[in-house]
């Protein structure tokens, strides 16, 4: 990160009444000393905690398994690897412990946890992960925060906007959940807290009501982006539209499993976007799972569509099939229609 994780907290309550940070032992309380305060000035900057002009904040060495994650947080848990944190683990390695706290938040009536991460969940993942992987004596570093619910939730968006593996997909349905949990549905209030634009944040919530049977077409959740996740989202308040998107995904969804089953590559966003946006609004309009691979498991033929007007085959790029093989592929692709009724003589 580019700045401190006590920088984020600051700006975030920048514009509210002052909110003591919890100063816990073991480790003494450093002030934050404002720009050209130096050692020579100490007992000025003293004078400055004392009467509250200047926050002292306090970093505690935590025991991961007794904090808990916020549920709030954008961030899915469940979705962090080793491999997508990868390279924080490996910075943790070489630093010799975590550098940027988390901040967190004290937790009562709780007794299996202690504490709650609001900003930082990949830090408590990765130093859980590196405990149970030759370094149990990694601690956790946190700062405790006085927060409640919706600071909690501006400080943990302020941080996941300087986050580029938070999926847009994710922070919609974040927001959507803040919207109602929050700011009583009332846009223009979350808007104007959060700081962002009204339009975008409308935006984001129309994109947070696409259904998991869609979003499960996509190789992965993070290839679901905003700009164009809006325009499928508009076209899913259509009933009969929705009906076709939703039959398309589906066969989309299998089709992504095969492929990762014959070790292929799963369909890119792109391709998977344009399959759905370019649903025939038909009720006639049937598509016929079948995909013609070459011995080597690559997808060569797939039938994309049948109906009264005609069939749509797909011929893949980079199947390696020859001439011959696309032949033979093309006639059981006819035959399976055939079998199914669905042929081009009916």
């Keep these: 990160m580019a700045r401190k994780q006590s920088d984020y907290l600051a700006a975030l309550l920048a514009d509210e009444p002052a909110e003591a940070l919890t100063n816990t032992p073991p480790v003494p309380a450093i002030p934050e000393r404002p720009r050209g305060t130096t050692l020579l000035n100490r007992e000025t900057a003293l004078a400055r905690v004392t009467s509250g002009e200047v926050r002292q904040v306090t970093q505690l060495l935590l025991d991961p398994a007794r904090v808990r994650i916020w549920p709030g947080n954008a961030r899915i848990y469940r ?17 010799g412990g975590q550098k940027v706290p988390a901040v967190v938040r004290r937790l009562e009536g709780d007794a299996t946890h202690d ?3 609001i900003a930082g969940t990949r830090r408590h993942w990765s130093i859980s992960w590196l405990r149970t992987h030759s370094y149990p004596e990694m601690q956790f570093v946190a700062q405790v925060a006085n927060l409640d619910d919706e600071a909690a939730f501006r400080l943990a968006d302020l941080e996941n906007r300087a986050r580029k593996d938070v999926s847009d997909i994710e922070r919609a349905r974040n927001y959507a959940e803040a919207l109602k949990v929050h700011y009583g549905n009332h846009l223009t209030r979350m808007a104007e807290r959060l700081k962002v634009s009204k339009g975008w944040l409308s935006k984001m919530i129309k994109v947070a009501n696409i259904p998991d049977a869609v979003i499960a077409a996509f190789a992965s959740p993070a290839d679901v982006q905003l700009k164009p996740a809006y325009a499928l989202a508009q076209l899913l308040d259509d009933k009969a539209m929705a009906k076709a998107i939703e039959s398309t995904a589906r066969d989309l969804a299998r089709e992504q499993m095969a492929r990762r089953d014959q070790g292929v590559a799963p369909y890119p966003a792109a391709d998977v976007l344009r399959r759905l946006l370019g649903t025939p609004n038909d009720p006639g309009t049937t598509v016929s799972q079948f995909t013609w691979t070459t011995p080597h498991g690559r997808p060569a033929l797939s039938i994309q569509s049948s109906n009264r007007q005609g069939v749509t085959i797909r011929l893949h790029a980079g199947s390696g099939a020859v001439t011959e093989e696309l032949v033979e592929a093309l006639r059981e692709a006819l035959q399976h229609l055939e079998a199914q009724g669905r042929g081009l003589q009916r």
């Design 115 to 117: 504490f709650e991460v």
């Design 79 to 95: 979705d962090l690897t080793e491999e997508g944190c990868r390279e924080l683990i490996d910075s943790i390695i070489a630093e």
